[in-house]
């Protein structure tokens, strides 16, 4: 019985395009005296940060409560032990803004409603639906793997048949700065965001049947 001869070659592929979502997480945190004041107090500017960033076009499904704490605040006294000093409440609040551009005057409208009671825990670009950018990633895996193993076949004096699996790695994507023309995200007021492009990558491992070349044939002459 003859074995089939199989190549299994692995193709790698990235696609860039330019981010059309943000995704801002702000958190709340206020102390106050009493438990009952630093929440209610704390709800207030939570409840105008949220007004804030739907006045500057986020929409209510793009805002979401991602967390909530009240705990008391203590500190050491001499001859006393610990003592409750205050009580601090904080929430957190993640809100998706497109397009980034709109990010700038949005975070600073928010600002301006949290006073100093809000922190910026950090910002992150992406793409409210990636499917795109990783077809195209996928389709440069999979012409990656088909010209190694193409050349690994030809090195072996057969040539590509079937297909006979295919699998698909974990993509990931990371930011990369935009090369040419750079822009930045134009803001009246607050910290501007630097417009760039995000990297998508795909991986994929492919299996071909190989074919065994035929061999030249010659002929004679007659007689």
């Known amino acids: 019985m003859t074995m089939t001869r199989t190549i299994t070659v692995t193709g790698e592929g990235t696609a860039e395009a330019v981010p059309d979502l943000l995704t801002l997480t702000l958190a709340v945190e206020v102390r106050r005296d009493s438990a009952g004041t630093a929440y209610d107090d704390a709800g207030e500017v939570a409840s105008a940060v949220?007004?804030?960033?739907?006045?500057?076009?986020?929409?209510?499904?793009?805002?979401?409560?991602?967390?909530?704490?009240?705990?008391?605040?203590?500190?050491?006294?001499?001859?006393?032990?610990?003592?409750?000093?205050?009580?601090?409440?904080?929430?957190?609040?993640?809100?998706?803004?497109?397009?980034?551009?709109?990010?700038?005057?949005?975070?600073?409208?928010?600002v301006a409603a949290g006073g100093d009671s809000l922190r910026i825990h950090g910002i992150e670009q992406g793409f409210a639906d990636s499917s795109a950018v990783a077809a195209q990633a996928q389709e440069a895996a999979w012409r990656e793997a088909e010209a190694k193993a193409a050349r690994f076949a030809a090195l072996a004096g057969a040539r590509l048949g079937q297909v006979l699996s295919i699998e698909q790695r974990a993509a990931h994507g990371a930011p990369v700065p935009?090369?040419?023309?750079?822009?930045?995200?134009?803001?009246?007021?607050?910290?501007?965001?630097?417009?760039?492009?995000?990297a998508v990558s795909a991986t994929v491992a492919v299996q071909w049947e190989l074919v065994q070349l035929e061999p030249a044939s010659t002929s004679r002459d007659a007689g």
């Open 50 to 110: 949220t007004v804030a960033l739907r006045g500057h076009g986020v929409a209510g499904l793009d805002l979401r409560t991602s967390g909530l704490n009240l705990r008391a605040e203590l500190v050491w006294a001499e001859n006393q032990g610990q003592k409750v000093s205050g009580y601090v409440a904080s929430t957190t609040l993640v809100a998706r803004v497109s397009p980034p551009t709109a990010a700038p005057s949005a975070i600073s409208a928010a």
């Open 178 to 198: 935009m090369m040419g023309d750079m822009k930045r995200a134009s803001a009246s007021e607050g910290v501007a965001i630097e417009a760039g492009s995000m």
